[in-house]
Structures are given as structure tokens and as C-alpha cells.
Nanobody, 121 residues
Framework: QVQLVESGGGLVQAGGSLRLSCAAS???????MAWFRQAPGKERAFVAA????????DYADSVKGRFTISRDNAKDTVYLQMNSLKPEDAAVYYC???????????????WGQGTQVTVSS
């Protein structure tokens, strides 16, 4: 079992930055981690993923060059640094974990409760 708790969401102006954190607990060794987001009326969508070692990272095209995923395994924490935020980035952001690395929502077994990101124009 893995428990995930997101934090760091909030209200930011367009062009601003936020750093999301996802604290993991339980049997976390070897897990790939990812961030997804869900805007009102839309499906939950992939944002970024990182392998256990951190050697593999993938990003949605819409966030490439603006968002950076990273992890600190000693702290069991994954981060999402979000820069140059746009109104269309507003959503509930979810952290996910699974032993298998992937970019699809269905592939992730464990999920956090989400943290709201609001971007004002």
C-alpha cells in the first residue's frame, strides 16, 4: 500500500509559478510517480511522470519547457515545478504511483486526493 498526499496548490496569476509536492508513505520503494490534472468537465489528463531512479521523465506536450518533475527518494517526495502558468493550467492536480512506469491514467494504482491550482488571467 502507498499513501499519497499532495500540497502546494493555490491561486497564482498567469505567468507565475507554483511548486507542488507529493509526499508518499508506505511501501514506496521502486515506484514510478506521475502527475495528472483534471479541469472541470474534462477527463483526468497526464502531465508528467518520473521513474524510480529519476533517469526517465516524460511530459505532456502542453507543459514541456514550463513544468519540471523531480523526486527526492530520501524524503519520499515528488515535486512538480510549474513556471509560466497559463489559465488553461488551472485544474485539480493529482499525484499517482505505480511499480510500472507509464503515461496512462489507467496504469497507476495509487492516487492522492488532489490539490487545486487556480490561474488568474
Amino acid at each position: 500500500q502507498v499513501q499519497l498526499v499532495e500540497s502546494g496548490g493555490g491561486l497564482v496569476q498567469a505567468g507565475g509559478s507554483l511548486r507542488l509536492s507529493c509526499a508518499a508513505s508506505g511501501r514506496t520503494f521502486g515506484y514510478a510517480m506521475a502527475w495528472f490534472r483534471q479541469a472541470p468537465g474534462k477527463e483526468r489528463a497526464f502531465v508528467a511522470a518520473i521513474s524510480w531512479s529519476g533517469g526517465r521523465k516524460d511530459y505532456a506536450d502542453s507543459v514541456k519547457g514550463r513544468f519540471t518533475i523531480s523526486r527526492d527518494n530520501a524524503k519520499d517526495t515528488v515535486y512538480l515545478q510549474m513556471n509560466s502558468l497559463k489559465p488553461e493550467d488551472a485544474a485539480v492536480y493529482y499525484c499517482a504511483a505505480d511499480l510500472d512506469y507509464g503515461l496512462r491514467r489507467i496504469g497507476y494504482e495509487y492516487w492522492g486526493q488532489g490539490t487545486q491550482v487556480t490561474v488568474s488571467s
